[in-house]
């Protein structure tokens, strides 16, 4: 079975950091692009980074560029995403998503539309 699993959500103060994962089983990350998403309360899904097959490529939307690190780790089949300088409005569901096929990361963040593969999500709240 194929899926996705996010994890290291919680509630960080302001100016905080976070390091959130994202572990797949069933099938191997380094196949795929990997973007990863968030959705605040009452708004739309937001594409936030993504990270190309290879590792060499990265995209990050503006409102999070120089806070946001997305890498992969190939030998623990998984992709991080690290948020530092944390601001309330970065509060929403965190999600990871994998495409293969139609995606890329050559010139911004990978739209959801093109993903094949979703987590479930994780929760970031900042808050003080």
């Known amino acids: 079975q194929l899926q996705l699993v996010e994890s290291g959500g919680g509630l960080v103060q302001p100016g905080g950091s976070l390091r959130l994962s994202c572990a797949a089983s069933g099938f191997t990350l380094d196949y795929y692009v990997i973007g990863w998403f968030r959705q605040a309360p009452g708004k739309e899904r937001e594409g936030v980074s993504c990270i190309s097959t290879s590792g060499g490529r990265t995209n990050y939307a503006g409102s999070v560029k120089g806070r946001f690190t997305i890498s992969r780790d190939s030998a623990k089949n998984t992709v991080y995403l690290q948020i530092d300088s944390l601001k309330p409005e970065d509060t929403a569901v965190y999600y990871c998503?994998?495409?293969?096929?139609?995606?890329?990361?050559?010139?911004?963040?990978?739209?959801?539309?093109?993903?094949?593969?979703w987590g479930k999500g994780t929760l970031v709240t900042v808050s003080s």
């Open positions: 998503a994998a495409g293969r096929a139609r995606a890329n990361c050559l010139y911004s963040v990978t739209p959801g539309s093109l993903m094949d593969y």
